[in-house]
């Protein structure tokens, strides 16, 4: 049987070289990793019962900017909530995956359009929705769609008058399409008036946050020294701002559950931002997405006047020579490779089909993979990837029965895994 053309393209990843890190650390190697297991063991799995993508949020009446940041934000927040049954796809997944198709990238879906996008993303559910500006008015409305019956699940609708309200809006929101509350403090209501609505879990008024973070900042280039983040928390809301070399940047965000989440914007351009908060605060592991632009990463800081790599962050678990499965930086798939060097706290990983890139300890997890685990293989090496689960296991290969019917034995060079970060 042929594969039909609409499963998945496979973009190649493009053989990079990469930076040499500026900073200096290094830590212990400790561990070292097994490429399969026996049907028996214990494996990393890459099942769920489903996935979901956010699609960039319509927009209506002069809030053109804040699309893809909303979008972004409840991407996040939904990615953090606990116990869901979902992998959620990922930004640049998700942004390759519509380029790659043609596809529209806004929340305007309709059945037919549903139908399609599950099909090309594999998503069993899809968040879209679309941002209303009247007057001093801001209000987000969302709601998930089963793209197999392109039925309506859930609905949400938030509403502030401030774009100071955004990030807690955007997490209200994301909450609610899965039946959970969020309160946070408004800061202007209508007429003018400020009420301030009880937190969920609100930080003490003097915060040990507040102050500046010298910063190291990833792109598909390596890892670069970045610039001075200043925070200032009130509440549960998170105002700053950020100075690099190419200029500076305001930040907004929301505090809760030991993260922050929000959206910068300067003269350069405007994107999101995700810290969790390590040792208290004494650093931030985080990512950033620059909308305007497309670029990403991850984005390091911490107390120190040059920056430092947190124990928490490197433990030196991957000694040269560990197969594992790295996620590339490219199109954040998930792929085996071997860990060749370990310097300043990256590990320098080579992928099975020939690509390499510096890369963080959070973004290697041990090969270990069995028989029902969910694959997308590169069937025949076409360069096409497709959907299936292992069946079976000898040494280095891997027998792969794709969704459509087919099947193959194949290697581990050829495959690909979606999982959650």
């Known amino acids: 049987m042929k594969k039909r053309f609409i499963s998945e393209n496979r973009w190649r990843k493009t053989m990079r070289n990469p930076a040499k890190p500026l900073i200096s ?26 996935t979901l993508a956010v699609l960039n949020f319509d927009t209506d009446g002069g809030a053109k900017d804040l699309g893809v940041v909303i979008s972004e934000i409840i991407r996040s927040e939904i990615a953090s909530l606990a116990d869901l049954p979902f992998i959620v796809v990922d930004r640049v997944m998700l ?25 090309v993303l594999f998503a069993d559910h899809l968040v879209v929705g679309k941002i209303l500006s009247l007057g001093k008015e801001i209000r987000i409305n969302a709601r998930i769609i089963e793209t197999n019956t392109a039925a309506i699940k859930k609905e949400a609708t938030e509403t502030v008058y401030t774009r100071d309200d955004l990030s807690g809006a955007a ?43 010298t910063s ?101 678990k991957w000694p040269r020579g560990s197969r594992c499965l790295s996620r590339w930086s490219g199109d954040a798939y998930w792929y085996p490779a071997t860990v060749d060097d370990v310097k300043d706290g990256l590990y320098h990983v080579n992928y099975d089909d020939g690509d390499a890139e510096w890369r963080l300890e959070k973004h290697i997890r041990e090969l270990r993979l069995k028989r029902g685990d969910r694959v997308f293989g590169n069937w025949q090496g076409k ?11 000898k040494g280095e290969k891997l027998f792969i029965q794709y969704d459509d019917g087919d099947q193959e034995w194949t290697t581990a060079a050829k495959i690909r895994l979606m999982l959650e970060q």
């Open 383 to 393: 360069g096409r990837y497709y959907r299936g689960v292992i069946g079976d296991i």
């Open 95 to 119: 942004d390759r995956v519509m380029k790659e198709h043609e596809l529209a990238m806004t929340g305007v879906v309709d059945n037919a359009g549903a139908s399609k996008m599950g099909k």
């Open 171 to 213: 997490r209200a929101v994301a909450y609610r399409l899965f039946g959970k509350t969020y309160s946070y403090r408004k800061t202007v209501l209508p007429g003018g008036a400020v009420e301030e609505i009880p937190a969920a879990a609100k930080p003490p008024a003097s915060n040990p946050l507040n102050g500046s973070y």
């Open 25 to 50: 650390f290094f830590f212990a190697i400790l561990l070292t990793a097994l490429p399969f297991t026996d049907p028996g063991q214990t494996a990393h799995s890459a099942e769920h019962s489903g």
């Open 216 to 316: 190291i900042y990833t792109d598909g280039r390596g890892i670069h020294r970045g610039g001075t983040i200043h925070l200032t928390v009130t509440g549960d809301r998170v105002t700053g701002y950020t100075i690099e070399d190419i200029g500076r940047a305001e930040m907004t965000g929301i505090l809760s559950d030991g993260r922050i989440i929000g959206y910068y914007r300067g003269k350069y351009g405007y994107g999101n931002f995700t810290f969790r908060l390590v040792e208290g605060g004494k650093y931030l592991d985080g990512d950033y997405y620059q909308v305007s632009n497309g670029a990403h990463g991850d984005w390091l800081a911490s107390r120190d006047s040059s920056f430092t790599m947190p124990k928490e962050l490197f433990s030196g």
